[in-house]
């Protein structure tokens, strides 16, 4: 059964920092590329950054320059860096992993429990 683990969310104040975690597991061919989403509250589920099977990466232009998104070397967990958060990055980040087979998209995508990230002014 696949599995898809988030964490680091948390607390922090105006200009700190975070890292969130999303680990795959349980898979057996999938080369998996996984997607950042975040939802604050009253607004819908908006992109914040990808990272595809072949390692590429895409970021919302309200985060460009602050986030960084990568791949462990296990390539089944990655990474997003939060550096210099602001309020408006206040929202529930839920990661989905999207698992391809020889760059075929194999369904269903498989979405983390989501890691709650508040950040004060």
């Known amino acids: 059964q696949v599995r898809v683990t988030e964490s680091g969310g948390g607390a922090v104040e105006d200009g700190g920092s975070l890292r969130l975690s999303c680990e795959v597991s349980?898979?057996?061919?999938?080369?998996?590329?996984m997607t950042w989403y975040r939802q604050a509250p009253g607004k819908d589920y908006e992109f914040v950054s990808g990272?595809?099977?072949?390692?590429?990466?895409s970021y919302a232009d309200s985060v460009k320059g602050r986030f960084t998104i990568s791949r462990g070397e296990d390539k089944n967990t990655v990474y997003l860096q939060m550096n210099n958060l602001k309020p408006a990055d206040t929202a529930m980040y839920a990661c989905?992993?999207?698992?391809?087979?020889?760059?075929?998209?194999?369904?269903?995508?498989?979405w983390g429990q989501g890691s709650q990230v508040t950040v004060s002014s």
């Open positions: 989905k992993a999207v698992c391809y087979n020889h760059g075929d998209r194999v369904p269903p995508d498989q």
């Open positions: 990272i595809d099977d072949d390692g590429r990466t």
């Open positions: 349980g898979h057996k061919y999938c080369d998996y590329g």
